[in-house]
């Protein structure tokens, strides 16, 4: 028969199932693997990183961007151990990242082989569905499987194990057969059950000022049409997550914008809490969309939920009517049900449109007092407004958590059905959107991509500054400079009476750094000078860095009312 080896194998399926990005970096149990990409003929691309972490994150938003499944690849024992960030940030974030970790021969399993762990063990709590390969006939159907799970339901992270041995060992060329629409996520979607729909349709037709809560789910599914056809039918309030960003564009007249501690203001708070009926949408309803469970008000007003993941339903809130479904099914469904309903009937929006502008006009006027100021350290409100109108309306922008999340999530508007704001809400790590903004630039090249970051986020993937160098990417990166790890300091200020304790470090001048790696930048401390720079770096050609000295959290108005979610 006709036979590759294993690592051959392995290229020609992700090939067949339509990858044109790899993520990675090298180590020796990758060498069959990387001599498998070096010399066989194949449309894909690797990015060597210059660490597994970054892969992750690089893979990560490379899928959010795409839509594709984004992949990721690093070297035994500690390779897997740093890859493991990336893998379960988007698995809790519901996107489709595949994980390839090579490992030491099967054979030398038990004998203290150098790098040996259990990597099935290791991946287990943190991915959809994983494997370790322990035989060169079962690579292709695993692949397989990997593709099915992490594109279909609730799409999520996998991981795949490949040992030494197994990357050296033959396959049966007729096994190399894939399916490249298990390639894009979500795929293999579910439609919600009739019943169901029907008195979801009933219940959202019965209230006089439904709002809609939008997560991260109608974005991945690509429902922005949905939603906004369900809420102009039904005079509805469309409120988002963080990660929900986009589900409605913020110049519509029913969009409130982001609800919660994180990015969330008194005025739409006040928006939420005067709904009858809140529908869920792809929103597990967690503690920072929530504040904590209080709004929406469990037993005070009536819930609907539709989810790809039932578990979540029900979960947080007593539930009248769920629909376990992909987003863009279940709405196109409601919305059917909703028109039958309702027939020739118009239901009436001044209300709610008057809410969102009243509540939008409140909460920009206090933002433009701030961003209007001159002092110094330079306030996040102006950084934010600089940039609002100096980039192009189909940017991308990719937050790290700290200063940027709430500030870009409550006040940098999505205009343009291809803009983004991306931050990784799973689990908040910091160093996410330096090495992330690449996955952003390789899903969307003629897009211009920017990554805002603190400076204690900047301390964790500066290295990567030399894959921007090295890619000649024109990607900016904009880093609030303070000194401080503040979103730590801001919680000590407000619940633990000021005693700052070991938050605060060195001052760094990142434009220095950066042009060391071979960006162009810029450090400003004067507010006057900070529209010409930002300006520069985004006109720049390549990769640039700005500097901004910037006020910390603590002694900000941020947008944020719990520190402590």
């Not at 008195?199 to 049409?225: D, F, K, N, Q, Y």
């Not at 963080?242 to 564009?249: D, E, N, P, R």
């Not at 039932?310 to 009248?320: D, K, L, R, S, W």
């Not at 629909?323 to 027939?343: E, I, P, Q, R, S």
């Amino acid at each position: 028969m006709n036979q590759l080896s294993g690592a051959e194998a392995l290229v020609r399926l992700l090939d067949l199932h339509g990858v044109e990005v790899i993520f990675g970096l090298c180590g020796d149990t990758s060498l069959p693997f990387y001599d498998a990409l070096h010399r066989l003929d194949h449309g894909m691309r690797h990015v060597l990183t210059r660490d597994e972490r970054s892969a992750g994150y690089m893979a990560d938003v490379y899928a959010r961007i795409s839509g594709k499944v984004g992949v990721c690849e690093g070297p035994s024992g500690g390779g897997a151990t740093y890859i493991l960030p990336g893998v379960v940030e988007a698995n809790e974030s519901s996107i489709a990242v595949l994980a390839i970790t090579t490992d030491i021969a099967v054979s030398s399993h038990g004998k203290f082989a150098l790098t040996e762990l259990d990597q099935e063990a290791l991946f287990r709590p943190l991915t959809k569905w994983n494997k370790v390969i322990e035989s060169s006939d079962a690579l292709p159907r695993s692949v397989r499987a990997a593709f099915r799970q992490m594109s279909s339901g609730r799409p999520g992270a996998v991981h795949l194990g490949l040992p030494f041995d197994v990357q050296k060992n033959p396959v049966d060329a007729e096994e190399i057969w894939g399916d490249a629409s298990q390639g894009r996520f979500p795929a293999l979607r579910t439609a919600p059950a009739p019943d169901q729909v029907e008195a979801a349709a009933e219940a959202l037709t019965s209230a006089e000022r439904p709002v809609i809560v939008c997560g991260g789910g109608p974005v991945i599914a690509g429902a922005r049409a949905e939603v906004t056809a369900l809420a102009e039918r039904l005079g509805a309030v469309v409120a988002t997550s963080i990660s929900g960003q986009g589900a409605i564009l913020d110049d519509h007249p029913l969009a409130l914008g982001v609800v919660g501690s994180n990015g969330g203001a008194e005025e739409t708070r006040a928006v939420l809490d005067e709904a009858d009926l809140v529908l869920l949408v792809g929103c597990r309803a967690g503690s920072v969309t929530t504040e904590r469970w209080r709004h929406p008000a469990a037993g005070k007003q009536r819930i609907l939920h539709i989810d790809a993941e039932p578990t979540v339903i029900g979960a947080n809130y007593p539930t009248e009517v769920g629909l376990a479904a992909d987003a863009k099914l279940a709405l196109a469904a409601l919305l059917a049900a909703v028109d039958g309903k309702l027939g020739e009937t118009r239901r009436p929006a001044e209300r709610a449109r008057s809410a969102v502008a009243e509540a939008k006009s409140a909460k920009f006027a206090r933002f433009n007092a701030l961003a209007d100021s001159l002092d110094r350290p330079i306030r996040p409100e102006r950084v934010v407004r600089e940039l609002s109108e100096l980039l192009p309306d189909d940017a991308i922008v990719v937050a790290d958590p700290g200063t940027p999340c709430p500030y870009f999530s409550s006040y940098f508007e999505l205009k343009h059905p291809d803009a983004r704001m991306i931050s990784n809400r799973a689990h908040g790590a910091l160093g996410y959107s330096l090495p992330g903004v690449l996955g952003a630039y390789y899903a969307r090249p003629s897009a211009k991509c920017v990554a805002v970051m603190g400076d204690g986020s900047f301390g964790f993937n500066a290295g990567e500054m030399e894959t921007l160098a090295r890619t000649g990417a024109p990607i900016t990166l904009v880093v609030f400079s303070n000194s401080v790890y503040g979103w730590i300091k801001a919680g000590q200020h407000s619940g633990f009476g000021q005693r700052y304790f070991s938050v605060d470090f060195s001052q760094t001048d990142h434009a220095r750094v950066a042009e060391a790696f071979g960006l162009k930048a810029w450090r400003v401390e004067d507010p006057a000078e900070l529209r010409g720079a930002l300006a520069a770096a985004i006109e720049h050609g390549g990769p640039s860095l700005v500097d901004v000295v910037s006020q910390p959290l603590h002694e900000a108005a941020a947008p944020v009312t719990e520190w402590i979610a």
